[in-house]
């Protein structure tokens, strides 16, 4: 009789850590789902700033590439997404590592028009120092609006700089490192788009991670 009691104890304590378990590994899913879903949410309200959402109809998100160019990217790998209308490309989007901000890598999203344009420029993270670096950011300035409809046209290649180096584009007072680092890369990025071409939409979309994971 004993043994019997000490074995069904046994075996609630086992069914109890079972459950245990379980339930941690299905909170565990639910909160990284909630996290992955928020990210997204984030990222795509960040695109819909910079594309013209009127003539697209996938999603760049589910369409993108990972490229390697760490020479105009920044990074040894970089996302890219593109945005279609059908079969027809309308812009890639881009991740670019900014290595030389004054205060560390600044990450960017760049979004190129088919027709070589930029569609605009978006700051993802940074460490810049609140009241001078950080007027990268759109809602503390409209600093980074001036990249909107700009090339390698317009201005000439020589003229992608600040104004304190000849160039086109604005500085900050008392804060010319992060502005001049972020137009370098910019400018570094229209010359991977320009240089890859229609490349960038015949590629292969990524797997997804749990596919990867499998391969």
Known sequence: M??????LAGFVLGAFAVSGVSLVAVTHEAVDGRIADNQYQAMKRKLDTILPSERIDNDPLQDGIEVKAREYLGAEVTEVYRARNGED?????LEPIVPDGYAGPIKLLVSVL?????GGVRVISHHETPGLGDKIEETKSDWVLEFNGKSLRNPPPEKWAVKRDGGEFDQFTGATITP?????????????????GEALFK???AAPADE???T
């Open 2 to 7: 004993k043994t019997k009691s000490i074995l």
């Open 89 to 93: 490309p309308v812009a890639v989007v």
């Open 114 to 118: 088919h027709d070589g344009t930029i």
């Open 180 to 196: 001049r680092s972020i137009v370098n890369a910019v400018k570094s990025t229209l010359i991977y788009v320009d240089q890859q």
């Open 203 to 205: 590629a292969k979309p």
């Open 212 to 214: 990867k994971e499998r």
